[in-house]
């Protein structure tokens, strides 16, 4: 049993927690609204801090899954920042997408003060939280990651270090240019079937047991159907997701054309009002014109 904290009870970190918690470690959450904190300790044991320098206090690995920037920033630092009250030797492993340059700029305070850190971004969306089936891509020194690593298997179909610290966040980045282009194609394929007259499900069936088939075509493509885009990952999300990733090419030179367009459709969704819709309504956008 290892003593953990866990920051941020959102989509993903709410079930992300529970399974820690269900694995036999002491598990002390926070969260921004005190209610979430309540209503996670009541599914499941455990006790929640009121700050997150309050969760942080005594914790061996602190863990975090917050929305943005400016978000992981307000849990780590400050007088109420995890970092005040972690101890040196602890780790922090942070499970947010967020820019290379706030990662340097945070693993650069926490070795000032004795901790380590580890960028560990996830993949796999609400699903994989609840299912333990999360991606994991992880930046940082080898022996911090192999420390924090049994924690993070607790929820994850597979971990792996790629590299040095802001290497898991550029692997990020690379899923969400492939992801972004994926569903822009499953959206005009299906766009496509339906202009053509064909049977759309049994267009599905049969090419995705070829080279066309995809997580996101098995996965998305019923919902897409049937004009249902109240989950998964939010449109808003994915748009910050790309804006870090075009501004990182525009930092080391990688051309992303086709990434900077499907960035622009899904402003074009968000005009539409879908910023909270799944990723998938890219195929909406197309069946509004």
């Not at 992300?16 to 599914?43: I, P, Q, S």
């Not at 911090?144 to 290497?167: F, H, Q, T």
């Not at 007259?197 to 049937?226: C, F, H, P």
Request: proline content about 2%.
């Amino acid at each position: 049993m290892t003593k953990l904290a866990f920051l941020g009870l959102g989509v993903m970190g709410y079930p992300m927690a529970g399974h820690l918690a269900k694995a036999g470690h002491a598990v002390t959450v926070f969260n921004r609204t005190t209610t979430k904190a309540e209503a996670w300790v009541k599914d499941n044991g455990g006790v929640f801090g009121k700050t997150p320098a309050e969760a942080a206090q005594g914790a061996e690995i602190v863990l975090a899954c917050v929305g943005n920037d400016d978000d992981l920033r307000s849990v780590c630092l400050g007088p109420d920042g995890a970092f005040a009250t972690m101890s040196e030797g602890s780790t922090f492993v942070d499970h947010t997408t967020v820019s290379a340059a706030v990662t340097a700029e945070l693993f650069a305070v926490a070795k000032e003060k004795g901790i380590a850190f580890v960028d560990a971004p996830v993949s796999g969306g609400q699903a994989g939280a609840e299912n333990a089936q999360l991606s994991i891509m992880c930046g940082g020194d080898q022996a911090d990651y192999d420390w924090a690593e049994p924690v993070m298997n607790v929820y994850a179909k597979l971990c792996r270090r790629i590299g040095c610290s802001g290497a898991g966040q550029m692997t990020k980045m690379c899923n969400q240019i492939a992801i972004a282009g994926l569903v822009q194609g499953l959206s005009e394929a299906l766009h496509f079937a339906s202009k053509a007259g064909l049977d759309s499900e049994a267009v599905v069936e049969v090419i995705s047991q070829g080279a066309a088939g995809s997580w996101q075509m098995q996965n998305r493509y019923k919902t897409m159907l049937d004009d249902h885009f109240d989950h998964g990952f939010a449109v808003d999300w994915m748009r910050k997701d790309l804006g870090i990733c075009l501004e990182t090419a525009n930092e080391n030179g990688a051309s992303l054309p086709i990434t900077a367009l499907i960035d622009q459709f899904y402003k074009d969704v968000q005009k539409m009002g879908g910023g909270r819709w799944d990723t998938s309504s890219l195929f909406k956008r197309l069946q509004e014109d």
